[in-house]
């Protein structure tokens, strides 16, 4: 028996990226071994690292159905998009989950009110893709490989963001430029809750940074398309195994990476990562950096790696602060953005947030 099912924007995207690699090693949506191994030990069945569930939810009628059903046929706004062989149908205890997963199950964190509000029963299986018009300006490891070997870069880099770039995550590509022959600037362009950049705000920002600053032939820059998950140190990882997919050798992580408000430690991610991948099982080298700041002292923008200044010196870089100064079409303190990148969100107007 087969049936159809109207899936989102967002599982649409997770379909896509199962199918080009992405999220490699999947080549379907979880079975409910497998999720119940993430999410309990970070890790599939056989043992590979994987920190996040990439599960199909679907409602209780279709779920009824699907128990009897070889294969379901994916819906998006009215057109056929791919399927779903069905391999295992199961139930989960979501707010037992995303206490495991997000460390809290507050419904004012952005991904655990995502997650809860989705359907509870889901089904695993591998997944093909009927409309190869979805594949049009889609990121795909063989096209970043390829860019990268024909750049001749050997060491690779990958620096996830959300957001315009700032001082201190100059910093840190600058940081991984020293390191590596080449930097992949990949921003998350995919769902994010409100009041975060917009796509076009993140992009134009970079692309002015790409132009006008970094080194010719040393930077490529493109867009990740998938949602933001704000699930901080497990997030961190399941963004390195990206990377890795897409041919990068090194990942960046710094502080509080992928997290949201006050739910994860400074450095949580930095911890999760050293107690995940020792013997390198990632596949992928992590850069563990510490958060740049502005001291006044030294002038310039440091970490507490390299410089010794306490406060009054030091300044802290506030992607808060830059983003409510931004929103008032002023540009932000110098010391944390450049001007000319914010004049290029400043342009934008009212298309500057989501």
Same mark, same amino acid.
């Given at each position: 028996?087969?049936?159809?099912?109207?899936?989102?924007?967002?599982?649409?995207q997770?379909?896509?990226?199962?199918?080009?690699?992405?999220?490699?090693?999947?080549?379907?949506?979880?079975?409910?071994?497998?999720?119940?191994?993430?999410?309990?030990?970070?890790?599939?069945?056989?043992?590979t690292?994987?920190?996040?569930?990439?599960?199909?939810?679907?409602?209780?009628?279709?779920?009824?159905?699907?128990?009897?059903?070889?294969q379901?046929?994916?819906?998006?706004?009215?057109?056929?998009?791919?399927?779903?062989?069905v391999?295992?149908c199961?139930?989960?205890?979501a707010?037992?989950?995303v206490?495991?997963?997000?460390?809290?199950?507050?419904?004012?964190?952005?991904?655990?009110k995502?997650e809860?509000?989705?359907?509870?029963?889901?089904?695993?299986?591998?997944?093909?893709?009927?409309?190869?018009? =979805?594949?049009? /300006?889609? @990121?795909?490891?063989? $096209?970043? %490989?390829?860019? !990268? +070997?024909?750049?001749?870069?050997?060491?690779?880099?990958?620096?996830?963001?959300?957001?315009p770039?700032?001082?201190?995550?100059?910093?840190?590509?600058?940081?991984?430029?020293?390191?590596?022959?080449g =930097?992949f600037? /990949?921003? @998350?362009?995919?769902? $994010?809750? %409100?009041?975060? !950049? +917009?796509?076009?705000?993140?992009?134009?920002?970079?692309?002015?940074?790409?132009?006008?600053?970094y080194?010719?032939?040393?930077?490529?820059?493109?867009?990740?398309?998938?949602?933001?998950?704000?699930?901080?140190?497990?997030?961190?990882?399941?963004?390195?195994i990206?990377?890795?997919?897409?041919?990068?050798?090194h990942?960046?992580?710094?502080?509080?990476?992928?997290?949201v408000?006050?739910?994860?430690?400074?450095?949580?991610?930095?911890?999760?990562?050293?107690a995940?991948?020792?013997?390198?099982?990632?596949?992928?080298?992590?850069l563990?950096?510490?958060?740049?700041?502005?001291?006044?002292?030294c002038?310039?923008?440091?970490?507490?790696?390299?410089?010794?200044?306490?406060?009054?010196?030091?300044?802290?870089?506030?992607?808060?602060?830059i983003?409510?100064?931004?929103?008032?079409?002023?540009?932000?303190?110098?010391?944390?953005?450049?001007?000319?990148?914010?004049?290029?969100?400043?342009?934008?107007?009212?298309?500057?947030?989501?």
């Amino acid at each position: 028996m087969k049936l159809s099912y109207e899936i989102n924007e967002e599982t649409l995207q997770d379909l896509i990226n199962l199918c080009v690699g992405l999220y490699a090693p999947l080549d379907g949506f979880m079975t409910s071994l497998d999720y119940h191994h993430v999410v309990n030990d970070m890790k599939l069945s056989d043992k590979t690292i994987w920190t996040l569930p990439i599960t199909l939810d679907i409602n209780h009628e279709t779920f009824v159905k699907a128990v009897d059903a070889d294969q379901i046929v994916l819906i998006y706004r009215g057109n056929e998009v791919g399927t779903v062989k069905v391999t295992d149908c199961f139930k989960i205890d979501a707010r037992s989950d995303v206490k495991k997963i997000y460390k809290t199950d507050d419904i004012n964190h952005p991904g655990v009110k995502k997650e809860i509000e989705r359907f509870e029963f889901r089904v695993g299986g591998k997944v093909t893709l009927s409309d190869s018009s =979805l594949l049009n /300006n889609v @990121l795909r490891p063989e $096209k970043t %490989k390829d860019v !990268f +070997s024909q750049k001749g870069w050997k060491t690779i880099v990958g620096f996830q963001t959300r957001n315009p770039i700032h001082r201190a995550h100059e910093h840190l590509q600058r940081v991984g430029l020293d390191l590596c022959d080449g =930097l992949f600037i /990949n921003p @998350l362009i995919g769902w $994010k809750k %409100k009041g975060d !950049f +917009s796509e076009e705000a993140v992009m134009k920002a970079y692309q002015c940074m790409v132009n006008d600053f970094y080194p010719k032939n040393r930077v490529y820059l493109e867009g990740l398309k998938t949602h933001m998950r704000y699930a901080g140190p497990r997030e961190a990882i399941f963004h390195a195994i990206i990377r890795k997919n897409l041919g990068c050798t090194h990942f960046i992580i710094g502080r509080d990476q992928a997290g949201v408000g006050n739910y994860y430690g400074k450095y949580e991610a930095h911890e999760l990562a050293q107690a995940l991948t020792r013997g390198n099982q990632l596949g992928i080298d992590l850069l563990l950096l510490k958060g740049p700041y502005y001291c006044n002292r030294c002038g310039q923008i440091v970490s507490e790696k390299h410089c010794g200044h306490e406060d009054p010196d030091v300044l802290h870089v506030s992607g808060t602060q830059i983003r409510d100064t931004l929103n008032q079409n002023r540009r932000p303190d110098p010391r944390f953005m450049r001007p000319e990148i914010a004049d290029v969100i400043i342009s934008l107007d009212d298309k500057k947030f989501i």
